[in-house]
């Protein structure tokens, strides 16, 4: 397992912006799955953007199409949630994860995923 620590939460009004990051430590990131998870009080966990190894493939849930970007760095080993327009149901916990299986190139399932950090909590007011 990998090392991953997020930062990057806070509060704030609705229509503001936040950017999450999320640091590995050790080798391999660049070619990690990366993800971003949210967990909201009593429901599920559910994933809100994941990245391929390069980049060049990502997933956005529908509630945040047109407002999140996920991105990577991987000469900094860090991905990025670029969070805009936030609306008070984006608050969650929210969680960076990250995929080592060889192969795997895109997926929103949970047990995909080995490493996950603590999360940051980002909350939104109305």
């Known amino acids: 397992q990998v090392q991953l620590e997020e930062s990057g939460g806070g509060l704030v009004e609705a229509g503001a912006s936040l950017r999450l990051s999320c640091v590995a430590a ?3 990131f660049s070619s990690y799955v990366m993800g ?4 909201a009080p009593g429901k599920e966990r559910e994933a809100v953007a994941v990245i391929s190894w390069s ?5 956005y849930t529908d509630s945040v199409k047109g407002r999140f970007t996920i991105s990577r760095d991987n000469t900094k080993n860090t991905q990025y949630l670029q969070m805009s327009n936030l609306k008070p149901e984006d608050t969650a916990n929210y969680y960076c994860a990250a995929g080592q299986r060889s192969g795997l190139v895109l997926s929103t399932k949970i ?3 080995d490493s ?3 999360g940051t909590q980002v909350t ?3």
């Open 26 to 28: 050790g080798r391999g």
């Open 55 to 59: 980049g060049l493939n990502t997933y």
């Open 111 to 113: 047990s995909d995923f």
């Open 124 to 126: 939104v007011s109305s």
């Open 36 to 39: 971003w998870f949210r967990q």
């Open 116 to 118: 996950w950090g603590h």
